[in-house]
């Protein structure tokens, strides 16, 4: 089999290296909203730090619950230690301090900052920067660098940390962010013991019925405009109060919207207080989602993109029409 040729040259992987080698307390890094990218890919890496012996806490700024606690090892961000001080930091999958949100005063008192993501508006500060918007997910770059720098610590564990990753980012190996190296590491990952049939399952299929039922009621109200090539949804918190759901149990459901024959701009509007709304925006490969996003100060990547907009419902959504509308 050919070696899978890495996105992340040389002098990046032993700086990576070479900073984790000198580490002693590392702390971990996942974004506000976490999905299974930045959990599966910071999982992966302290699983292979704690057999270095490093001392490791894992960070994240929201409650990492739901379908995450899939994912072994995923309570390791309940109780962080706090330390005054890291070694090391490594924003995993995170492209703005601002994703960070409150465990930005975490990464302050890190000496050294390292950022692995593959987010077209990466930005975040940091002495070693590994961003590679080629890649599908972050756990395929974490992959390189573990493959690279520790291959003696990549097991089937760290496997299905990483696969999780993949699949979640990709939709299953199916995006066109997906390339033949995706598909290179996927069958890496399997050889290494991943089971893939029930990572599909949990992270693409299962649902619980309340997600199911907030799902009915978004999809329900969804309205369509410029002939249809626009899409709209909304999540308020009487929707969730009805369900006993909350924000991050949206994910996903505006790709239902996006799936619709002749639709080129899917968007969700999610109520997060009164008056304030998270926006996500999902497009056909004729659009730049984050373009759109950028409008708005938000960014992503060229199909998933999202940005926070104040207002109240009717006035956010006019002005996401129009700078829909102005890409058609
Ligand atoms: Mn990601």
Known sequence: MARIESYISETKTIAFRDMVENATTVALFSHVNPDGDTCGSALALAAVLR????????????EVGGKLTFLDGWKAYRAPKYHEYYDLGIAVDCSDRARLGECARVADFCHTIAV????????????LSIVRPNACATAELVYMLIA???PQYLDKRVAELLFAGIVTDSGGFSFSSVSATTYAIGAELIALGVKQAPIFDHFLKSTEKNVFDLRNRALSRAKFFFDGKVG???FFASDFNATDT????????????RDVNGVKIAVAMTETEPEKFKVSIRTDDDVD????AGIFNGGG???AAGCRISGSFEEVEERLLKACGDWL
């Not at 057999?51 to 929201?62: E, G, H, N, Q």
């Not at 692995?116 to 002495?127: A, L, Q, R, Y």
């Not at 989602?289 to 759109?292: E, T």
Request: negative net charge; charged residues 30%; proline residues 4%.
């Open 148 to 150: 690279d720098a520790f």
């Open 116 to 127: 692995i993501d593959h987010h077209k508006t990466s930005c975040m500060p940091s002495e």
């Open 246 to 257: 909350c924000e991050r149990d949206t994910e996903g459901i505006v790709n239902f919207v």
């Open 232 to 234: 709209m949804i909304s």
């Open 301 to 303: 990547h060229f199909n």
């Open 51 to 62: 057999k270095m012996d490093k001392d490791v806490d894992l960070y994240c700024p929201s």
């Open 289 to 292: 989602a984050s373009r759109i």
